[in-house]
T-cell receptor
Framework: GQSLEQPSEVTAVEGAIVQINCTYQ??????LSWYQQHDGGAPTFLSY????GLEETGRFSSFLSRSDSYGYLLLQELQMKDSASYFC?????????FGKGTMLLVSP | NAGVTQTPKFQVLKTGQSMTLQCAQD?????MSWYRQDPGMGLRLIHY???????DQGEVPNGYNVSRSTTEDFPLRLLSAAPSQTSVYFC?????????????FGPGTRLTVL
């Protein structure tokens, strides 16, 4: 089976940097994805790591360490619109398994 | 392109009723899936399909049926609704199956079973 752990809530102020961690236990791992979901909306894809290291997409970066079964999402120059839930997800063969999500609250 | 569409947006059922949640995509995606989202539980996979005529069970398939007769459509059937099926249901699609990571999600159906 698959299990993922991520913090339930993180708070930060505008302009700051925040890191959301994700640890996973899985049988059959191809990569780690991150999704964003605003309240009442649909999840949207942010990033994907198949190999160890850092992937950067604008203000967002994602990191993976396969040996540690660990990854994180780094959000820089936080904006109010970044307040949302963030989910890590493990790609297996034919399926995507999501963590329970981290609610990010950005305050002025 | 409309992307992934779901109908209805909201639905209230009584225990024991059956219904079908509709999902369609116009991106010619081979892979489609259904998730349910409950507070504090994240998204849990119900059923998925890697192509027309092929379906398989996910993590929480009990009480749900699916079929995939065309590439575009992937309906989810609740056979006999129970209060435990009160949830938000999301349909998703992608060009190919995972590990390809980018899933496109529909807007969701909010279902209440009384």
């Amino acid at each position: 089976g698959q299990s993922l752990e991520q913090p339930s809530e993180v708070t930060a102020v505008e302009g700051a940097i925040v890191q959301i961690n994700c640890t996973y236990q899985t049988s059959g791992f191809y990569g780690l994805s991150w999704y964003q979901q605003h309240d009442g909306g649909a999840p949207t894809f942010l990033s994907y790591n198949a190999l160890d290291g850092l992937e950067e997409t604008g203000r967002f970066s994602s990191f993976l360490s396969r040996s540690d079964s660990y990854g994180y999402l780094l959000l820089q120059e936080l904006q109010m619109k970044d307040s949302a839930s963030y989910f890590c997800a493990v790609s297996g063969y034919s399926t995507l398994t999501f963590g329970k999500g981290t609610m990010l609250l950005v305050s002025p | 392109n409309a992307g992934v569409t779901q109908t209805p947006k909201f639905q209230v059922l009584k225990t024991g009723q059956s219904m079908t949640l509709q999902c369609a995509q116009d991106m010619n995606h081979e892979y489609m899936s259904w998730y349910r989202q409950d507070p504090g539980m994240g998204l849990r996979l119900i059923h998925y399909s890697v192509g027309a005529g092929i379906t398989d069970q996910g993590e929480v398939p009990n009480g749900y049926n699916v079929s995939r007769s065309t590439t575009e459509d992937f309906p989810l059937r609740l056979l006999s609704a129970a209060p435990s099926q009160t949830s938000v249901y999301f349909c998703a699609s992608s060009y190919s199956k995972p590990p390809r990571p980018e899933q496109f999600f529909g807007p969701g159906t909010r279902l209440t079973v009384l």
